[in-house]
């Protein structure tokens, strides 16, 4: 407790203001004894203006209306003070060190959790392995450090290396570096514990690991950006000579925030590498484009269950001759299901019938071969197929047709009739003997033959959102194809059956078209390979 009068002189100073002001006694001015914040204090106290509370006083002794506060050896205190009727005051100086020491610890806590949650939301954002490193590397050396560096491991005897000066932008560079010559930096690269920053020396820091332009490195963190199972890379940090060294407890906050990003970049790599593996897997079961083949003409159109999905259980394929007077094989199957589980089974149809062209002119024993090959394998799916062998002859293609288990196809004659081909037999994969009947036919110049899915007969939709296409509509809208390219009816077929079901939701849709050309002129290219109908 200080009593202080109006002039500034002490009136009394008790025992603990004695000990914590040396020198404070009876007359004594205030000035000489006390710091600065408080001698203000009280002069505002005494002659108070509009300017002072907000400005010098304010700005130095963060005076609150009569409370002010400063520090006194090392510690905080607030002053109290009470005005006396003859002018003087009594100042009660409260120590708060500990609860200001709290509240700013309380402050960088929300601050650091802030940032962290900032991190992981722009870090988990994109699932793009560069832009996590660039991400990490801005953020690290705006809030971290004065730059900052994030290695990935290498890649073919290179480390991919994004660098960020505070203030500045990520850049990207693959150096040929060994990172064992950056003491830390390779164990960190393995997944290992970080070494302490005290323990590396600056100056033994090589060229590459600081930015151009930098200056003298004052400090450097190295830590690892621990991934899912291996090491994501390493995060280094640079502190330039006159900013103060990395303290142990930024180090663990500068952990806690590799964690993060380490997470992140592991979660992009993983991404990048199931793309990778999906595409290959993908480009295998799509179904291929088709053209004209030894004299005929094949489309086909296919789409899957869920438009953000590129494969299904649908799926056609057309298995050209090996040899002259053969012919082409075209097949279209319909798996139980849909879907990734769908297309895997799918994919195995299609190699074993692959595998099985050799005896392409007997329909009956590739389905029985293949109905062995689904039962004795882990998939409890069966599929419906039908096959067709189509052989140009003179201007007509001679078909044959066997289906099993699946719709039969239609014929389109070139008056515009459409038939239904006379073929039927049981599904493949569900019961141990395949029963099929083919059946033959010609098709004249003009005239197609169409298969196709239960994706598009069962399509719901329409005026009322739930009629079905169904087989009636698809022979009207066939009828009125005829003569049409092949091409062209596979357009016409998919635009109706799409407008019909509009967002609603379908089945996989597959259709092939098989089309005797109009035009039959043989030619040959380049007078050595065998000759080919065009049109």
């Known amino acids: 407790m200080l009593v202080v009068e109006a002039d500034g002189r002490l009136i009394l100073a008790n025992e603990a203001a004695g000990v914590l002001l040396p020198g404070a006694g009876e007359g004594v001015a205030l000035a000489d004894v006390a710091p600065p914040w408080l001698s203000r204090a009280h002069e505002t106290l005494r002659a108070p203006t509009e300017e002072s509370p907000g400005t010098d006083v304010a ?3 963060d005076v609150d209306v009569a409370v002010a506060w400063g520090a006194v050896g090392g510690r905080t ?8 009727a003859d002018g003087s005051a009594v100042w009660w100086l409260v120590e708060d060190t500990d609860r200001r020491l709290a509240r700013e610890a309380l402050r960088m806590e929300r601050e650091r959790t802030e940032f962290l949650s900032r991190s992981s939301n722009l870090l988990l954002s994109s699932l793009n392995l560069d832009r996590c490193m660039d991400v990490t590397a801005q953020m690290a050396a705006e809030h971290l450090a004065d730059a900052a560096m994030v290695i990935a491991p290498s890649r073919a005897n290179r480390l991919p290396v994004v660098s960020c000066v505070r203030g500045g932008s990520p850049s990207q560079s693959h150096l040929g570096v060994d990172p064992d010559e950056v003491p830390g930096l390779g164990e960190a690269l393995r997944g290992f514990p970080p070494v302490p920053s005290r323990w590396l020396d600056p100056a033994t820091a090589p060229s590459w ?3 151009e332009g930098f200056g003298p490195v004052g400090s450097i963190v190295i830590t690892p950006l621990p991934g899912h199972g291996v090491s994501a890379g390493a995060l280094v940090l640079l502190r330039r000579s006159e900013t103060d060294a990395f303290t142990e407890r930024e180090e663990v906050f ?24 999906t595409d290959v897997l993908m480009r295998e079961l799509l179904p291929p484009s088709l053209h004209q083949v030894g004299g005929v003409d094949f489309a086909g159109g296919y789409r899957p269950s869920q438009d953000h999905e590129r494969i299904g259980g649908d799926f056609y394929d057309v298995h050209p001759s090996v040899a002259e007077g053969e012919a082409s094989l075209a097949v279209l199957g319909d798996v139980c299901g849909k879907g990734l589980e769908a297309a895997v089974l799918t994919g195995k149809i299609r190699n074993t019938l692959h595998a099985l ?3 392409a002119d007997d329909h009956q024993r590739m389905l029985s071969l293949l109905n062995t090959a689904l039962l004795n394998s882990h998939h409890t799916r069966f599929a419906t197929l039908i096959l067709a062998s189509a052989l140009r002859d003179g201007h007509q293609v001679r078909l044959r047709l066997t289906s099993a288990g699946h719709l039969a196809p239609l014929i389109v004659r070139a008056d515009g009739e459409v038939e239904q081909a006379d073929t039927k037999g049981t599904l493949v994969g569900a019961i141990p003997d395949a029963v099929s009947r083919t059946v033959t036919l010609s098709l004249a110049p003009g005239e197609t033959c169409v298969l196709y899915t239960d994706g598009i007969t069962e399509a719901r939709g329409g005026p009322l959102g739930g009629a079905l296409f169904g087989e009636k509509r698809l022979r009207r809208v066939l009828s009125e194809c005829a003569g049409m390219p092949a091409e062209g009816i596979v357009e016409r077929v998919q635009m109706l059956a799409a407008e019909w079901v509009g967002t609603g939701r379908h089945d996989d849709m597959a259709v092939v078209v098989i089309s005797a050309p109009r035009t039959h002129h043989l030619s040959a290219v380049n007078g050595r390979t065998r000759g080919r109908y065009t049109a």
């Open 59 to 61: 700005a130095t002794a």
């Open 209 to 211: 690991l600081v930015p």
């Open 357 to 359: 062209l050799p005896m």
């Open 254 to 277: 500068a952990r806690l925030f590799a964690a993060r990003a380490g997470a992140a970049m592991s979660a992009a790599r993983l991404y990048a590498e199931q793309s990778a593996i």
């Open 77 to 84: 205190f607030e002053a109290h003070p009470t005005v006396l």
